[in-house]
């Protein structure tokens, strides 16, 4: 991963929109909306800061990763702008460099808190995120599964904790054989607790049982079918389609549940620009998919039916 990408954006001009109280989420009327239909679609333009992740939870509420100016964007269903949560700084609901964020079944927010070397979970009660706890880690990224468990994705390798943040075991050490990885950054899981691993270094995708045994590896260095170039995330829809987030190549590549290549995406219908510099990737529960763009630091939305007709 080239970091520098992230401070080249210094003359950035933070959306007079956003309101930031430390670690509070503060709601704001200005607003924003983009209708999602057969036709793939984006938001968040004039919202974000170089986005580098985001996830939906299950009203639909959709949240987004800003590294550029450590905080975490709300949007609604629609697309509407809603609240930010987080600020720069080291206390507790404070980020530096928040690179990746997941949700449990409960909608409990967990950041993977980069330049602080910490993860953090924020608890969801009557529409407000509060801090509940932090953890000493290196993160990259972060997933949760279905029992609590958390997944990070760290310098060390693939690590999980249970669901008060207590280290339970190293699932993978860095290497480039099977069951090693090497640079680790996005994660995600399947409806059975498969582990996925985007490996920047190895220019693969690993899955993982939650155990920790590797099943496969998928990819090489290259620009072809089932090659990658600094693969940053991965996404599972819930028929086990795989989504990957080619960064250095500009695009998204698919698979299906055996990992064999389905399409490659650098455009969409309905979208004028292509991708540049795809990272974050997520799909909601309809099989939306959704692409954190860190290049045009915006979101882009399409639906399932233009990847996988």
């Excluded at 940053?232 to 389609?241: E, I, K, R, T």
């Excluded at 500009?250 to 455009?267: A, I, K, T, Y």
């Excluded at 909601?284 to 882009?300: P, S």
Aim: proline share 3%.
């Amino acid at each position: 991963m080239h970091m520098s990408k992230y401070y080249w954006l210094i003359g950035i001009l933070l959306s007079a929109f956003l309101v930031v109280s430390c670690g509070k989420v503060v709601p704001t009327t200005t607003s924003t909306t983009t209708t999602l239909a057969s036709r793939a679609s984006t938001f968040g333009s004039g919202f974000l800061a170089d986005p580098t992740d985001v996830v939906v939870d299950s009203s639909g509420n959709i949240f987004v990763a800003n590294i550029a100016n450590d905080t975490i964007s709300k949007f609604d269903s629609s697309f509407t702008f809603v609240a930010t949560i987080g600020a720069t700084g080291t206390g507790d609901g404070e980020f530096r460099y928040p690179f990746s964020i997941a949700l449990d079944s409960n909608d409990n927010l967990y950041v993977a808190d980069f330049n602080n070397n910490r993860a953090q979970k924020f608890t969801y009660a009557n529409g407000q995120y509060s801090f509940a706890f932090k953890f000493s880690t290196v993160p990259r990224g972060i997933v949760v599964d279905t029992s609590g468990n958390i997944y990070v994705s760290a310098s060390s390798g693939l690590v999980k904790y249970d669901n008060t943040g207590t280290f339970l075991s190293f699932l993978a050490t860095l290497g480039a054989g099977s069951g090693e990885v090497n640079n680790p950054y996005g994660l995600a899981r399947d409806s059975s607790n498969n582990i996925y691993v985007a490996e920047v270094n190895n220019n693969r995708i690993q899955k993982f049982s939650a155990g920790g045994t590797s099943l496969w590896t998928l990819g090489s260095l290259g620009t072809g079918e089932s090659q990658f170039h600094w693969p940053n995330d991965v996404a599972v829809d819930s028929d086990g389609n795989i989504y990957v987030t080619d960064k250095g190549n500009n695009r998204l590549e698919v698979f299906d549940s055996s990992g064999n290549f389905l399409s490659s995406h650098v455009s969409f219908e309905g979208v004028e620009q292509p991708l540049f510099w795809p990272i974050g990737i997520t799909i909601d529960q309809n099989n939306n998919i959704y692409i954190a763009e860190t290049g045009r630091d915006r979101i882009v939305v399409v639906p399932r039916s233009l990847i996988i007709p």
